[in-house]
Nanobody, 118 residues
Framework: VQLQASGGGLVQAGGSLRLSCAFS????????MGWYRQAPGKQRELAAAVSLDGTINYADSVEGRFTASRDNAKNTLILQMNSLKPEDTAVYYCYSELDRGLQKGAYWGQGTLVTVSS
């Protein structure tokens, strides 16, 4: 199983960025795909997650600013981040969870750095 993340970068406060994550290597679709983030000196936390049935969970801190969308046919997850704040600065990690098959378990992609300048 592989998760290929892309996007991220440096943006000024109020700006937008788009993160993409592509899942591959399994005949099963992930039960959950999401983005976690880890700011310097802080624990990793959920930003947004989308279940296979389309249920979306957002962290309170990003609700209304971030939009997660999932394409189940392509096994991709997009995180559109608008109205970015300096406190959104973090390494963002794509996450997926398989709930069946021999590859059942949780998987992480490589992190991508998002830096929001004030």
């Amino acid at each position: 199983v592989q998760l290929q993340a892309s996007g991220g970068g440096l943006v000024q406060a109020g700006g937008s960025l788009r993160l993409s994550c592509a899942f591959s290597g399994s005949i099963f679709r992930p039960a959950v795909m999401g983005w976690y983030r880890q700011a310097p000196g802080k624990q990793r936390e959920l930003a947004a997650a989308v279940s296979l049935d389309g249920t979306i969970n957002y962290a309170d801190s990003v609700e209304g600013r971030f939009t997660a969308s999932r394409d189940n046919a392509k096994n991709t997850l997009i995180l559109q981040m608008n109205s970015l704040k300096p406190e959104d600065t973090a390494v963002y990690y794509c996450y997926s969870e398989l709930d069946r098959g021999l590859q059942k378990g949780a998987y992480w992609g490589q992190g991508t750095l998002v830096t929001v300048s004030s």
